[in-house]
């Protein structure tokens, strides 16, 4: 019989977290009147995460896992875990435990409600640097300014999903995913619940550099928005305009003034520098476009699968 609730968990190095996760989620739907699995994605792990997962499926047949051939990211775990969820209502958390299981009841009484999406606000972020906060601020409203969509400010993948918002996101085949903003684009009724996001349980935090950071927010901005393009367009009008303006003023100066500051190759090196970068900004924005056109041409799986545990077929992106 399938599952009323999936609740699924992408997990890369997690081995110290996954035991008290499955303890935690057990305490609290144990206490629901639904079914539920809890559906681990081992994203090509380098610790003893996979074997952590085979023993729970071993204790809890309710524990079901995936694990990658190797690292595909989190993104496309997340992708994996919705290929394979049964449930009626699927959850999206975290392995490390920085969204509380306990917040799951109130997620599923406001499904219950009729609404299809139920993301979790972050109120509080235990646990992170200055720097993180500030970025995770920033880049909110960024998106939120830039894009044609409307992203919900400071939630992240935190959310309880209708069957059919997941079959419409399942029907959605990008290589560059941005589950965030995937999930508003495809509309039906959406709301939030508050909570206080806790401290990773255990183990160090897998998201938390520039190098990462980065490339998450160029695919967030690519997908959903052609404001750089736009930007790319808009600095070469204005170069053009300071140009058209730069030759009348010489040609005024070389007729009317004589000014040695004119002279000399000091002008045309810095406006040859200038339209240079600017050009190569250009470019590098059009090739950011271009390269994920690329990667859909190329029309590769999102993942491999290398083994399961309590899933009786692979479907889905592979």
């Known amino acids: 019989m399938k599952p009323t609730i999936s609740i699924i968990a992408p997990v890369y190095n997690e081995e110290e977290v996954l035991g008290e996760l499955h ?21 090509g792990s380098r610790d003893r995460s996979a074997e952590v997962i085979a023993q729970l499926h071993k204790k809890d047949s ?62 509080s972020r235990e646990g992170e640097t200055w720097f993180k906060l500030f970025t995770a601020k920033l880049f909110y409203r960024l998106i939120y ?37 995937m999930v508003p684009w495809v509309g039906f009724k959406q709301t939030g619940v508050e909570f206080q996001r806790q401290a990773r349980y255990a183990g160090e935090a897998k998201f938390n550099s520039i190098r990462k950071m980065l490339p998450f927010a160029i695919d967030a901005i690519t997908s959903f928005s052609y404001f750089p393009l736009q930007l790319a367009t808009f600095f070469g009008f204005v170069c053009a305009a300071l140009s058209a303006l730069a030759i009348i003023v010489v040609i005024i100066v070389r007729l009317f003034l004589a000014t ?29 476009y271009l390269g994920r056109i690329y990667d859909e041409v190329k029309g590769r799986p999102l993942y491999l699968v290398d083994k399961t545990w309590g899933i009786d077929s692979v479907n889905g992106n592979q």
């Open 23 to 43: 303890r935690r989620v057990a305490e609290v739907m144990e206490r629901q009147p639904d079914s539920w699995e809890l559906l681990l994605v081992n994203d």
């Open 62 to 123: 309710r524990v079901k896992g995936i694990s990658f051939s190797r690292n595909f990211g989190f993104q496309v775990a997340v992708t994996a875990g919705l290929d394979h969820a049964q449930g009626e209502a699927i959850i999206l958390t975290d392995a490390d435990l920085q969204d509380p299981p306990e917040v799951y009841p109130e997620m599923i009484a406001k499904w219950r409600e009729g609404n299809d999406v139920v993301y979790g606000i972050r109120q």
């Open 145 to 181: 300014r830039i894009t044609n969509i409307n992203i919900p400010l400071d939630t992240g993948d935190f959310r309880l999903m209708d069957r059919r918002v997941v079959d419409a996101i399942r029907r959605m085949p990008e290589r560059n995913r941005f589950l965030r903003g």
């Open 260 to 288: 040695p500051w004119l002279e000399g190759q000091a002008t045309t090196l810095v406006s040859v520098l200038f339209l240079g970068g600017v050009q190569l900004i250009s470019l590098g924005i059009i090739g950011e």
